[in-house]
């Protein structure tokens, strides 16, 4: 055996060795070494990595940085921790601009913005009761966390107990825990990269570990407070920063592109002084008040946005190209190329996005390319050098067929009437490709969120026949788990539980899940205050009812053509209708409550025509949503009020609405309904 197989086969060893230990010290709590002994062992793999690059290549390695325990306590937030939209260059942060002063119809007047480090780290809540410090709880879900409050304790500068005036009985703080870069070096034997030494440090079941290694934070935001005594997030930051908190010192209030471009430029060139990573910055409206006005979209909020620094290019070469198959039959090439490094994270992957793109760029097998890796994104193929282009190189042909051996197709954009770039398997379910894809839509976080059946673990139980349609999830046969490499009895209990929760579900979470095409987030959530309950979504397995179904929801403000085109096909395949079946015989949907029925606009219908001089069109409607109301976007005998804008009414929905008897309500009225 040469010398390189021998370090490979020693490595091999110790990795399987560490993977043992983890899963004896984290899934079963049954340590068989010493802590100590394990530390060294992490320290002899992380040697023999450092010393030999061709191993960090093989990618085994995926457990440096302890594995989270299942151990903490969850505990719903009070409110939910949202996460970020991201901005990647001045043309995203133009069309942030925008659409904020679109929303808040807002003209002439700069809007002041707070820039804040995006610091890279780990974040964490924590409640403040009448000043003491109560609770402290990971980010978990989003609407859940988990109990790490004695770990948390355990960095000195975040205070137990406030001092100062004007204190708030309730205090939601936000914050990111990080590890300085200076300390990281004297730990970093043990750890693949700082943010994953905090997160490994905070999930500690023994808070003497945690209090080892040396954590900082930064709070940035707030969830729950009472009273609100703060005016803008400036304020906030600076009230904080007086009780006891460490604030970051970088921030800065900026109001237009230009400002905010500068800030970007300075912020970016002083990062490598720094002593923690950030990874971009965060742009605030600063004002709460417009905060409030612009409110969330699903999962982040409209008020503020990461951006991001530039990407991170390598240059490296294409050794093949292969298509994937996503879930909604869309084929993707994709460039296998020769490992390279792109800001420390090996990549061997990169996307060439869709058929368009290689034919547009002539990108070919054997082409040396810059490949970019911005933030979570997919890294992708951005240019190619053609003077190292071999001349036997031929143009690079896309197959005709999806990997299942289908015929796959563009479609005709409705708006733009033009070819899709993108190409399409034409099966749905009877793609296995497509079928494995939906699996991991379906358990997905916004879909039937299943802790513990992941990607990697649907792709197992796929391979071994375990899971092959939706329903396959609620049936699964645990016992056959038991032999399988890496499913203690532990997990498999874990895995039991997680997945008997998810029977319960939301009527919107379900529809989303099913993976109708061009039905999100919001327009599940739109169908499901229409349907309410599954026994009315079920009408649409028949033709006839279905029919008349899709007329209604022509009604429905966001529900186009396209989208209601979209369910006819999904319904109209016979397999998605028997998956779908047989799916809901094993769950248990919950019915859609409105979630704000006290509201103004509690059960009404309301309609707008016109622009108003206050607010735009956005902001109405959700105004409306807010308060228990929903949009219609046709006049008809359900609409109870029609509200006019003086900016070009459309005189034939005003007449339509007067002889239905409609309530009509003028631009002035409006404001007082909502005391404007
Ligand atoms: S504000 C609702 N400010 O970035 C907005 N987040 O992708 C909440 N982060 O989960 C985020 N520094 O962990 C905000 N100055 C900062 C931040 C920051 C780091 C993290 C945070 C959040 C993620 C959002």
Redesign the pocket.
Known sequence: MDQKSKIINNYKKKINFLKKHNKLYFNKDNPEITDSQYDDLKKEIFDLEKNNSFLKNLNLNQTVGSPPSNKFKKIKHLKP????SNAFDKNDMKDFLSKINNFLNNKNKDIDFFA????D?I?ATLVYEKGKLVRGLS?GDGTTGEDILSNLKTINKIPQKLEGNNIPHLLEI?G?IYIGKKDFNIIKSNFANPRNAAGGSLRQKNSNETSKIPLAY?A??FGAVKPMVFKTQSEFLEKINEWGFST?PLSKKVKNINEIDLQHSFVDSIRSTLDYDIDGL?Y?VNDLKLQSRLGNTSN??RW?I?YKFSAEKAVTKIKDIVIQVGRTGAITPVAKVEPITVGGVVVSNATLHNEDEIKRKDIRVGDTVQVQRAGDVIPQVVSVDISKRSKSSKKYIFPSKCLCGSITQKEINRSTKKEDAVRRCTKGYDCNFIAKEKLKHIVSKDSFNIDGLGKKVIDQFWELGLIKTPTDIFTINYNELKNLEGWGELSINNLKQAIDKAKNIELSSFIFSIGIRHIGQENAKILASFFKSIEKFINLFNETKRKKILENLVELDGIGKTQIDSINNFFLNNTNVEIVKKLIAKLKIKDFISKNKKGKFSNKIVMFTGGFEKMSRSEAKSLVENNGGKISGTVSKKLDILVIGNSKPTKRKIESAKKLNIKIVKEIEWYKILNL
Do not use: D, H, Q, T
């Open positions: 921790m949202l996460s970020l804040e480090p995006k610091i780290g974040s980010r936000r990111e930064f940035y935001g970051n965060v605030k982040s909020p503020a990461a």
